[in-house]
C-alpha cells in the first residue's frame, strides 16, 4: 500500500480509536498499531491504563500478524494482564492492505479489575443468612413460574420482555406440560413477568389446549 493510503487508513483508525476510548471510559483502552512499523508500532493509545507511549513495539500478536497473512483477523474477549497485574480482557481487529498484507491494528483492552470489585460487591449484598423461619412473601408457586421463564429465555439467548409471540406461544405449552398454568395467579405472573397483558396471556393459554 503507497504510504500516502497508509497514513489515511492510520487516521481513521486513529478517529475511531478515539471514539471507542470516549465511549467506554475509564476501563477501555484502544491502541492504534502500525504494523508496517514494528519497532515503533504504536501509532496511538486513547484512555492509557497500560503505560505504553506512542512509539512502542509491537507485541506477540502483532508480530505475528505481520509475519502470517493468515493470522486470524479478529481476535477477541481473549485474557490478559498490565503490567502492574491488573487483569485484562483484550480484543485485537487486524487490517489488511490490498495485497493482502497485515499493515494495522486497532485493539481494546478492558480493565477487568474494576468490573471484579463490583462482582464481588454484588455478591456479598446479595448473600443472605440462613433463616430460622421460612417466609414467604409471594403467593406460591410464583417464583417457579418466573425461574421457569427466565431459563426458557437464556436458552434463545434473550429476555423474557423481548420474547416474539411464537416463542411466547411455545413458553407457555411448556408451562402447561409442567403444571404451572395450574398455579394460584399463574396468568397475572406471567403476564407481569413477559410485560404483555393478561388478556395476551390468556390467548396464548387458549391456544395451547
Request: glycine letters at 6%; a negative charge.
Amino acid at each position: 500500500m503507497p504510504d500516502n493510503q497508509n497514513a489515511s487508513l492510520l487516521s481513521q483508525l486513529s478517529n475511531i480509536a478515539q471514539g471507542l476510548s470516549e465511549t467506554f471510559a475509564p476501563f477501555c483502552e484502544v491502541v492504534v498499531h502500525d504494523l508496517s512499523n514494528p519497532e515503533h508500532a504504536i501509532l496511538a493509545i486513547y484512555n492509557n491504563l497500560s503505560g505504553r507511549d506512542v512509539g512502542d513495539p509491537a507485541t506477540e500478536l502483532g508480530l505475528a500478524r505481520i509475519a502470517s497473512p493468515e493470522f486470524p483477523g479478529v481476535i477477541s474477549n481473549y485474557a490478559n494482564t498490565f503490567s502492574d497485574g491488573r487483569p485484562v480482557k483484550s480484543t485485537s481487529v487486524g487490517i489488511k492492505n490490498d495485497e493482502g498484507q497485515y499493515v494495522a491494528a486497532l485493539c481494546l483492552n478492558v480493565d477487568m479489575s474494576l468490573f471484579r470489585g463490583m462482582q464481588s460487591a454484588l455478591q456479598q449484598f446479595t448473600d443472605v443468612s440462613p433463616a430460622a423461619i421460612a417466609e414467604h412473601l409471594e403467593p406460591g408457586g410464583s417464583e417457579a413460574i418466573r425461574k421457569r421463564i427466565d431459563r426458557f429465555a437464556a436458552r434463545l439467548a434473550t429476555t423474557p420482555r423481548a420474547l416474539k409471540a411464537p416463542e411466547r406461544r411455545q413458553l407457555m405449552q411448556e408451562l402447561k406440560e409442567n403444571g404451572l398454568l395450574d398455579v394460584k395467579k399463574s396468568m397475572d405472573t406471567i403476564a407481569l413477568h413477559l410485560g404483555v397483558s393478561r388478556a395476551t396471556v390468556y390467548l396464548y393459554a387458549k391456544e395451547c389446549s
